[in-house]
């Protein structure tokens, strides 16, 4: 691929509404998941269990990015994009409250909580190594 063209590509990727598209979409995309009565599961309630708890910690992770990404570039920027993806678990807790088979738990907005403090750090980390 010639650089102008990966370029070109980068600066779409990059803008504004995209970033703001990428967000929606991964937000409805977690709403979809929260929706269905049941998910895919293994047999062993134990590799089960860190199966979902890790799904939680990687998806509310990559949600707190994503909202880090649509903000204004401030250092007040890592704590709205965790409060905010901490609002959308909770939301997404409450929602599940109306899904048949499913129920909220408090468990899952704290793994939620940390996975976003967890890549948000990660991020931080990596963009000071960088500079």
């Not at 063209?5 to 509404?17: C, G, K, V």
């Not at 409805?28 to 293994?42: D, E, G, K, N």
Request: with cysteine; hydrophobic share 55%.
């Amino acid at each position: 691929m010639n650089t102008h063209l990966l370029s070109r590509f980068r600066r779409l990727f990059d803008s504004p509404w995209a970033r703001w598209l990428l967000l929606i979409g991964w937000m409805a995309l977690i709403f979809a998941f929260s929706s269905q009565s049941t998910l895919p599961s293994p047999d062993d309630p134990w590799i089960d269990f860190l199966f979902k708890k890790s799904a939680h910690f990687t998806v509310f992770g990559v949600l707190a990015l994503l909202w880090w990404r649509v903000l204004p570039a401030r250092p007040a920027s890592w704590g709205w994009a965790w409060l905010l993806t901490v609002l959308y678990a909770i939301s997404d807790e409450f929602h599940q409250s109306f899904v048949a088979l499913r129920h909220p738990a408090a468990r899952d907005v704290i793994i939620d909580a940390c996975g976003a403090a967890t890549a948000l750090a990660l991020a931080w980390l990596w963009l000071r190594r960088r500079a």
